[in-house]
């Protein structure tokens, strides 16, 4: 390169905002720039548990054809349904969530001794928002003496989720298409465990979604909730001395917020943000004994993940 100058210039700009850290000299040799571990894991090709970053980012561009139309959703007020988004975007969340499914789902599940016990024996789980079926399959594998039935109101994730557990010869897996206020999921009080990955804040009615969580659950059976890292009051100042809640915001605005709108706009729309003490009122709502966050301490900490993982018990 001949000449630096246009690219201090662009380093100067991903150091102000902190893709890049600049390490300046004292005996007046060039600053140095190198990229933070966060920023690097999005660009391995290595299946770590934020390698769906980079192709879930990629996605992202396909929002500026859908420019129009999200101006058109604030003006009015109306919001999307995930259907009415581009295929790309469909792949790109997904692509985004395959790692972090295979290497924190187990987990996530294990932090729950009852619940872990109990599927490791044979029981019956309601994957509900399950997509395209990733962590479905995830669940399947990890507990093979278990039925495991994925559940999502988008009729052609569902096919892709079929696909997924056929071509992973998985025999222990259903799909059904339903929604948050479909009147039964499967029995009632029939179900050990309901998980909901990274879905319950973007459902449009997620206080009929815990009901129906309830209503499927056995005496003492237990939803799993994994929900992007957020503060426990709901207040600005809290969210944003996370360091993710600048992320996950962008997100929601184009994406989780207007999906948890719903077509009409009469959704919830509690987005990628959504305080902890908001979860907690609409479980109790729903009947619900109550609701715990889980410390994660020795696996992979919230604040790296990105997660948060809470417990409702019935």
Same mark, same amino acid.
Request: charged residues 20%; aromatic residues 8%.
């Given at each position: ?114 619940? $872990?016990?109990?599927?490791? =024996?044979?029981?019956? %789980?309601?994957?509900? #928002?399950? +997509?395209? *079926?990733? !962590? ?117 605005? $184009?994406?989780?917020?207007? =999906?948890?709108?719903? %077509?009409?706009?009469? #959704?919830? +729309?509690? *987005?990628? !943000? ?41």
């Amino acid at each position: 390169i001949k000449n630096v100058r246009i690219l201090q210039e662009w380093a100067l700009c991903l150091v102000s905002n902190g893709f890049l850290e600049c390490i300046e000299s004292a005996d007046g040799a060039p600053e140095r720039y190198v990229l933070p571990l966060e920023t690097a894991v999005c660009f391995r090709k290595d299946e770590n548990i934020f390698s769906g970053e980079w192709p879930f980012l990629k996605s992202l561009q396909t929002l500026q054809n859908l420019q129009p139309v999200i101006i058109d959703k604030y003006t009015t007020g109306a919001g999307l349904h995930w259907g009415d988004l581009p295929q790309a975007l469909h792949n790109g969340v997904t692509e985004n969530y395959a790692p972090v499914y295979e290497h924190l789902l187990p987990n996530w599940i294990r932090l729950h001794d009852i619940a $872990h016990c109990k599927l490791e =024996t044979g029981g019956l %789980v309601l994957d509900i #928002g399950c +997509g395209a *079926g990733k !962590s479905t399959c995830v669940l399947a594998r990890e507990y093979p003496e278990s039925k495991i039935v994925g559940v999502d109101y988008h009729e052609a994730s569902i096919q892709k989720a079929i696909k997924r557990a056929d071509h992973e010869n998985r025999k222990n897996v259903s799909f059904m298409v339903a929604n948050s206020e479909s009147s039964e999921w499967y029995g009632s009080g029939e179900v050990d465990v309901v998980t909901f990955f990274d879905a319950f804040h973007d459902m449009e009615n997620p206080g009929g979604a815990a009901k129906q969580a309830y209503a499927a659950l056995k005496e003492g059976g237990v939803v799993i909730l994994v929900e992007p890292l957020s503060s426990e009051a709901d207040n600005i100042a809290d969210k944003c001395s996370l360091p993710v809640t600048g992320y996950l915001s962008a997100a929601s605005s $184009h994406l989780c917020t207007l =999906t948890a709108l719903g %077509v009409d706009g009469t #959704g919830l +729309g509690l *987005g990628a !943000s959504c305080a902890t003490t908001r979860y907690r009122q609409l479980f109790k709502d729903a009947g619900f004994k109550s609701l715990n966050v889980l410390s994660m301490d020795g696996l992979c900490g919230p604040t790296e993940n990105g997660f948060r993982v809470m417990v409702v018990v019935k």
